[in-house]
């Protein structure tokens, strides 16, 4: 793999591009948002693992400006805050994942093969339909009926991962699994707070509901 690794802590960064250099993967780094950006923007990377705390630009601003100009090489947030807001707001920037300081070195490896793998799977030009809702999975764009629907790069991640598997019970361990390559804490609403709004921005006046709960196990997404 080509990894760009931007850290503005030097010591990390040279632990981190000689571990990654080890396992055979050619690491470029930087030091700075900016840079970051500029480099992300100009090169084909497998993968970018990206601090938050970053001078000249943060890490969320970095991968905002990287998914407004449809640069969608899966990006590793790494970070030292960790509460289910932290989490939200680094996913909706257009983040894949997201790694706690200090971590193990093995779980960021296991982490970035995850979401590579998560971008294998994604077809470039194909749709998914649930009743009268329609995902371009190319343009991005969502419609139900006659109107568009905005939604958030993580919103849009929840939204096909339903689709995709619409009739089917899915419980929140499995979405963990598909969504974060990690196990949440018990005490994260995280997936709770998606699920609210992708109902909210999905039913408009008398439109039946698509996402339903079944209590005690999961949910469900289907035209009822």
């Known amino acids: 793999m080509r990894l760009l690794v931007v850290e ?7 632990v981190l591009r000689r571990g990654l250099s080890e396992q055979g993967h050619v690491v470029d780094v930087a030091h700075d948002g900016e840079e970051g950006e500029q ?8 993968a970018i693992v990206l601090d938050v705390n ?5 890490g969320l601003e970095v991968v905002r400006a990287l998914r407004g ?5 899966p990006v590793l947030i790494l970070t030292s805050r960790d509460t289910a807001e932290d989490v939200i707001e680094g ?5 894949d994942d997201y790694l706690r300081k200090p971590f193990v070195f093995g779980e960021l490896e296991a982490r970035l093969r995850t979401i590579l793998r998560r971008g294998e799977r994604e077809p470039l030009d194909a749709s998914l339909q649930v009743g009268d809702l329609t995902f371009d999975l190319s343009s991005r764009r969502v419609r139900r009926g006659g109107r568009e629907i905005d939604f958030t ?7 096909e991962y339903f689709m995709r598997n619409a009739g089917r019970l899915v419980t929140r361990p499995m979405i963990e699994d598909a969504l ?4 949440s804490e018990a005490t994260s609403n995280v997936v709770e707070v998606y699920v609210s709004r992708l109902r909210s921005k999905l039913t408009s006046g008398r439109e039946p509901q698509l996402l339903h709960t079944v209590r005690g196990a999961g949910y469900r997404f289907e035209m009822q």
């Open 153 to 159: 790069a993580r919103e849009l991640a929840f939204l």
């Open 39 to 46: 480099w992300a923007s100009a090169a084909g990377y497998d």
């Open 180 to 183: 974060f390559a990690r196990e």
């Open 8 to 14: 503005d802590d030097r010591r990390l960064c040279d």
């Open 69 to 73: 100009k449809r640069v969608r090489t």
């Open 91 to 95: 996913l909706d920037a257009g983040a």
């Open 54 to 58: 970053l001078p000249k630009q943060n």
